[in-house]
C-alpha cells in the first residue's frame, strides 16, 4: 500500500471512487445503454420481446491441473441473464452494473455441427462473480431448441451505431448519463466485522493506494 503524495495527480473520479458508492442504490426493471435497451429476467417475462440475455468476452487463464505451470490467457465468451440491474451513485458520476446469472461454460456451452452457439439456461455458475458493468454487456437473444428444449440457440443482433459520449474523463468507461426507469432503492450495508467466509465486492487479490482524504 502506498499513500498518494501531493505531486501525484489524482483525479476527482477516483477520489469519489475511493469514498465508496452512496449507500442507497436504485435498481432498474429496464435500462437504455449503448443502443441497446435492457430488461430483468422478471421484466421479460410481462413483454412480448426479449431483452434479458446478454453475453460477456473476458481474458481467462484456463488451468488444466494443480500441476500447470504454464497457463495461457485467453478469451473466453460467457453467456447469461440479467437478475438485476443496479445504479451506483458516486456522487460525480453514475455506474450502472447488471447482475446476472451466468451459464456454466463446462456443460452448459456447446457449439452445433452449423456453428450456432447452445446453451442449457439451467446450468447456472459464477455465483461469486455475477455482476458486470453495464458497458461491458452485448446484448443477445435466446431461442429454444426445436430438436431438444433443454438447449437455447444464442443469437446476436445487429450492432447499432452509438456515439459513445460519456467516455472523456479520465476512467474512459464511466457512464455519466444513460436512461432507465426506477424501480425502487436499496441500502447497501457496509460491515467491518467480515471473516474470510463473507462474500464482498471489494478486490482483496491486488494492492491498493491509499488517498488522503482532503
Not at 10 to 39: E, F, K, M, Q
Not at 114 to 142: E, W, Y
Not at 171 to 177: F, M
Request: glycine share 6%; with cysteine; proline share 4%.
Amino acid at each position: 500500500m502506498e499513500l498518494a503524495t501531493g505531486d501525484v495527480e489524482v483525479s476527482d473520479n477516483l477520489r469519489w471512487i475511493a469514498h465508496g458508492p452512496h449507500p442507497i442504490v436504485t435498481t432498474y426493471n429496464s435500462y437504455a445503454i449503448n443502443g441497446c435497451h435492457y430488461h430483468t429476467k422478471s421484466q421479460d417475462k410481462n413483454k412480448t420481446v426479449q431483452n434479458s440475455g446478454v453475453s460477456l468476452v473476458a481474458k481467462t487463464m484456463p488451468v488444466c491441473s494443480s500441476k500447470d505451470k504454464n497457463p495461457i490467457i485467453g478469451e473466453m465468451s460467457f453467456y447469461g441473464v440479467i437478475e438485476k440491474i443496479w445504479e451506483l451513485n458516486y456522487n460525480s458520476f453514475k455506474v450502472a452494473i447488471f447482475k446476472c446469472d451466468w451459464v456454466e461454460n463446462s456443460g452448459g456451452f456447446k457449439t452445433d455441427e452449423l456453428g450456432f452457439v447452445l446453451v442449457d439456461l439451467s446450468r447456472v455458475r459464477h455465483k461469486n462473480d455475477s455482476f458486470i458493468f453495464a458497458t461491458q454487456a452485448k446484448q443477445v437473444f435466446f431461442v429454444e431448441d426445436p430438436s431438444d428444449s433443454r438447449w437455447s440457440i444464442v443469437l446476436t443482433p445487429p450492432q447499432r451505431d452509438f456515439a459513445d459520449q460519456y467516455n472523456d474523463d479520465k476512467l474512459g468507461d464511466t457512464l455519466l448519463n444513460c436512461q432507465g426507469m426506477p424501480k425502487a432503492t436499496i441500502d447497501i450495508e457496509f460491515r467491518l466485522d467480515l471473516d474470510e467466509n463473507t462474500p464482498t465486492y471489494v478486490r482483496a487479490d491486488c494492492e491498493g493506494t491509499w488517498i488522503a482524504n482532503e
